[in-house]
């Protein structure tokens, strides 16, 4: 893909986890935009519109997103706004000015019964409100011919969460709870992925400015496991002795359903690699 030397790249969610490893990654020929709440509500079509014509990036990237699971199922109508219908109006805009467009989604739009895990062609069917807003946000990107959408999942970085009840990662929520209570308990049959925003910004990197058509996409740290895996390799590498107990789903039960396979597999990009390698590089570099 070749650009003007000045070719502009709009990120949205700009200060989150994963929008801030993303600006920080596409430093370099690009003109960097970053927007955050404060320069674009995303779910003002109008402003939208406005705002993404008179930039007239080449490549939009969203990295906003409604991402409280368990809120998702008492404010539907927000999520859907916000994982949906926001999309929409950022795919017109983008569509407006002919620019690439790069969404991020979840596992969370697959029932989690496949064991073997998800390919990229494999129709969503999910288990909660969060996993349905998002599958209809996927519709507006896949119907876009520059549409990229780019699922993972488990996400953790060095930028609190925003719109998370505590504002932590999964990975900085057990260091706490080791901290301080006599054990922890963490949930051992739900599988996946932990994939670092880092590893995830990379990747989204080379392939945004390679040569890869628009489509559907899969970016996760190679390698599944489960919850408590997780943590005791977050004990190991720290050094920490506090007790840790894995326990079932039917154990620690939440409002929004989790697929217990949220598998994402890989087969259009060069792997990620194996997730206890970027673990150990987040909690010592």
């Known amino acids: 893909m070749t650009h003007s030397a000045k070719f502009k790249i709009l990120i949205l969610g700009a200060q989150g986890m994963l929008g801030t490893d993303l600006a920080h990654v596409l430093v370099g020929p690009a003109q960097l935009f970053l927007w955050d709440k404060d320069e674009l509500d995303v779910t ?3 402003l939208v519109n406005e705002k ?14 409604y991402t409280d699971v368990d809120g998702a199922e008492d404010n539907r109508e927000m ?3 916000v994982n949906a219908e926001a999309v929409n109006y950022l795919v017109l ?18 029932d989690g019964l496949k064991q073997a895990g998800y390919d990229e062609s494999a129709e969503p069917n999910p288990l909660n409100m969060y996993g349905q807003s998002k599958a209809a946000g996927e519709k507006f990107v896949t119907s876009y011919a520059r549409g990229y959408l780019v699922r993972t999942s488990w996400l953790y970085g060095h930028t609190p969460q925003q719109g998370k009840p505590r504002g932590l990662n999964f990975i900085d929520t057990v260091l706490k709870l080791a901290a301080a209570q006599a054990e922890v308990r963490v949930v051992n049959d739900q599988y996946g992925q932990p994939t670092a925003t880092q590893d995830l910004a990379l990747a989204v990197d080379k392939l945004v400015l390679g040569d890869y058509a628009p489509g559907i996409y899969h970016l996760v740290n190679e390698g599944v496991t489960t919850w408590y895996e997780v943590t005791r390799e977050v004990f190991k590498i720290k050094g920490i002795t506090t007790p840790l107990v894995p326990i079932s789903s039917s154990g620690y039960p ?15 990009l060069p792997k990620l690699r194996p997730w206890p390698r970027a673990l150990s590089d987040y909690l010592t570099l």
């Open 52 to 65: 993404i014509v008179n930039l007239a990036p080449a490549i939009i990237i969203n990295a906003t997103g």
């Open 93 to 110: 805009a983008a569509a407006e000015v002919k620019a690439k467009f790069v969404h991020f989604s979840t596992e969370y739009v697959f």
């Open 79 to 81: 999520a859907f706004k």
């Open 44 to 46: 003002r079509e109008r």
């Open 254 to 268: 939440t409002k929004a359903k989790r697929p217990q396979y949220g598998v994402l597999l890989n087969t259009k």
